[in-house]
């Protein structure tokens, strides 16, 4: 075989992808173990039958052809009011770009705004993606740690230390794995730095349904940030809908029109069934958003509680989201040594804070995505397995 390039074989850097809990519960529940899992960031609940009964009515009434590949207009028209609405920023439908995914969001974005060999700077803990997704367009992908310390929350005099060299910055609030919201304060010290330093702002702001205390603030709606900021949307977390594959672009005009150019010779769009059923949800308002986010906003209640009852664990402020960060440093165990034995002994997978970047090692990230009574009872198990660690 001729050798392949190394843009594609460096995506990964080489090392753990970090999933090797999460792989080894797989093979446990495939051999008949019954493992609970609270690894992956996917609801317990299917897409509404509502938003399928639309995907099939718009499929069988014929749109099954190629859509327009930035987005049909109703959709795109629905996105930009939706964005306007939600943080009074001016936005029309030039202004987005209907994309598979956030996933595929990402990696447009970056493509955008990182020329080959330029530094591409995110904040570590981050989702597992992001380091493969900016060496995917030649970038030179460099974290930036946000500790525990601080709460999770970025320090712009961190940011600005790494900026020389750097084109783009990409945030998420809320945060995946952390469940931690930025706060104004945090956001205004980002922007401020972007502007200084001239860096594009990617904010992955899929999880802004997801709000449990507080307000979500976009980085886009801060004083001149509209111009140099991209916010990646999705409809996988919002609506249920991560099998779908419909998220979004919204930016300034001109790099939308460039980012067409991109799917234009990439992804070609996104299936016209899709966009109609994603506009048949963002359609029905924020009354269905409130009601696929309830039953983490519940869960999280209960996290609370259950993590109040000892002092072993302890819970990182997670402000929104479907995941809480929990540390166990005081059991002297690293997440990694923790979330294998407590798969080996007790059946129950989370993840290892270590699979998100150095600075939420010692942490295990938990998905609260199972139903409540299994989900308090994982909790538990987990609570009283760190305090056994402790005697
Ligand atoms: C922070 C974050 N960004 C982006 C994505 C990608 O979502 P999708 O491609 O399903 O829209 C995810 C998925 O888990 C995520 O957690």
């Known amino acids: 075989m001729p050798a392949l390039s190394p843009t594609l074989t460096e995506i990964t850097g080489g090392g753990s992808d970090g999933w090797e809990v999460f792989m080894r519960a797989r093979e446990m529940i495939a051999a008949g173990t019954p493992v609970t899992e609270l690894t992956i960031g996917e609801h317990d609940i299917r897409t509404d039958p509502i938003i399928l009964d639309a995907m099939h009515a718009s499929a069988c009434g014929g749109h099954t052809g190629y859509a327009m590949v930035p987005g049909i207009a109703a959709l795109r028209r629905e996105v930009a009011q939706r964005v306007q609405e939600r943080t009074g920023v001016p936005t029309g439908p030039e202004n987005v770009m209907i994309t598979p995914g956030g996933q595929s969001a990402l990696f447009a974005s970056h493509l955008a705004t990182c020329p080959k060999g330029k530094k591409a700077l995110f904040i570590d803990p981050y989702y597992a993606t992001y380091p493969g997704t900016l060496r995917a367009v030649g970038a030179i992908a460099t974290p930036i740690e946000a500790d525990a310390k601080g709460g999770f929350q970025p320090r712009a005099a961190d940011i600005e230390v790494q900026a020389e060299g750097a084109?783009?910055?990409?945030?998420?609030?809320?945060?995946?794995?952390?469940?931690?919201?930025?706060?104004?304060?945090?956001?205004?010290?980002?922007?401020?730095?972007?502007?200084?330093?001239?860096?594009?702002?990617?904010?992955?702001?899929?999880?802004?349904?997801?709000?449990?205390?507080?307000?979500?603030?976009?980085?886009?709606?801060?004083?001149?940030?509209?111009?140099?900021?991209?916010?990646?949307?999705?409809?996988?977390?919002?609506?249920?809908?991560?099998?779908?594959?419909?998220?979004?672009?919204?930016?300034?005009?001109?790099?939308?029109?460039?980012?067409?150019?991109?799917?234009?010779?990439?992804?070609?769009?996104?299936?016209?069934?899709?966009?109609?059923?994603?506009?048949?949800?963002?359609?029905?308002?924020?009354?269905?958003?409130?009601?696929?986010?309830?039953?983490?906003?519940?869960?999280?209640?209960?996290?609370?509680?259950?993590?109040?009852?000892?002092?072993?664990?302890?819970?990182?402020?997670?402000?929104?989201?479907?995941?809480?960060?929990?540390?166990?440093?005081?059991?002297?165990?690293?997440?990694?040594?923790?979330?294998?034995?407590?798969?080996?002994?007790?059946?129950?997978?989370?993840?290892?804070?270590?699979?998100?970047?150095?600075?939420?090692?010692?942490?295990?990230?938990?998905?609260?995505?199972?139903?409540?009574?299994?989900?308090?009872?994982?909790?538990?198990?987990?609570?009283?397995?760190?305090?056994?660690?402790?005697?």
Request: glycine content about 8%; overall charge negative; charged content about 20%.
């Open 167 to 391: 084109t783009s910055l990409l945030i998420n609030s809320p945060n995946n794995p952390t469940g931690v919201v930025y706060t104004r304060n945090t956001l205004d010290g980002i922007a401020e730095v972007c502007k200084r330093r001239d860096l594009w702002l990617i904010s992955d702001e899929v999880y802004d349904t997801q709000i449990w205390e507080g307000v979500h603030i976009s980085p886009r709606a801060l004083p001149d940030m509209a111009e140099r900021t991209l916010v990646i949307g999705s409809m996988s977390k919002s609506h249920a809908m991560t099998g779908s594959r419909v998220g979004w672009i919204v930016g300034p005009r001109t790099a939308i029109e460039h980012l067409i150019n991109l799917a234009t010779h990439t992804t070609y769009g996104v299936a016209g069934f899709v966009q109609d059923a994603a506009l048949f949800a963002l359609e029905q308002g924020p009354a269905l958003e409130a009601e696929i986010a309830a039953p983490f906003k519940r869960r999280r209640a209960l996290t609370v509680n259950i993590l109040a009852e000892q002092n072993v664990v302890k819970m990182i402020s997670a402000d929104g989201a479907m995941y809480v960060m929990l540390d166990i440093r005081a059991t002297g165990l690293s997440g990694e040594a923790f979330a294998n034995r407590l798969l080996d002994e007790h059946h129950i997978a989370v993840m290892p804070g270590e699979s998100f970047g150095r600075a939420a090692a010692g942490h295990l990230r938990v998905a609260m995505t199972i139903e409540d009574t299994a989900y308090a009872a994982a909790l538990r198990a987990l609570c009283a397995f760190a305090a056994a660690l402790c005697e």
